[in-house]
Nanobody, 121 residues
Framework: QVQLVESGGGLVQPGGSLRLSCTAS????????MGWYRQVPGKERELVAD???????GAVYAESVKGRFTISRDKNTVNLEMNNLNPADTAVYYC???????????????WGQGTQVTISS
């Protein structure tokens, strides 16, 4: 069993900043990648950013957030620094982690419970 605990999120004015964090714990041998997705009502969940390595190496971003968001990873925790936020960033943000239970196991996908981010004046 793998648990993901998310923190951060909330209400901020346009142009403001927020930081999301997600920590994975439980039974796994390794983490393949960690990332953040977001979803608004009536739309499909979309990738915001994903990272394979540690630090900020191996990161990929949605075009809409490039230059504003920064994803980083420290061991089992992934952070998302969000700057210059605008109303279009309003969504529920989900942490997503792929793990391997053993060195021989295929990857397992895990999702956090989601955290609301609202950008409004």
């Amino acid at each position: 069993q793998v648990q993901l605990v998310e923190s951060g999120g909330g209400l901020v004015q346009p142009g403001g900043s927020l930081r999301l964090s997600c920590t994975a714990s439980g039974a796994f041998f390794s983490i393949e990648n960690m990332g953040w997705y977001r979803q608004v009502p009536g739309k499909e969940r979309e990738l915001v950013a994903d990272i394979v390595g540690v630090g900020s190496d191996g990161a990929v971003y949605a075009e809409s957030v490039k230059g504003r968001f920064t994803i980083s990873r420290d061991k089992n925790t992934v952070n998302l620094e969000m700057n210059n936020l605008n109303p279009a960033d309003t969504a529920v943000y989900y942490c997503q982690v792929n793990t391997h239970r053993t060195i021989f196991s295929p990857k397992s996908e895990h999702w956090g419970q989601g955290t609301q981010v609202t950008i409004s004046s």
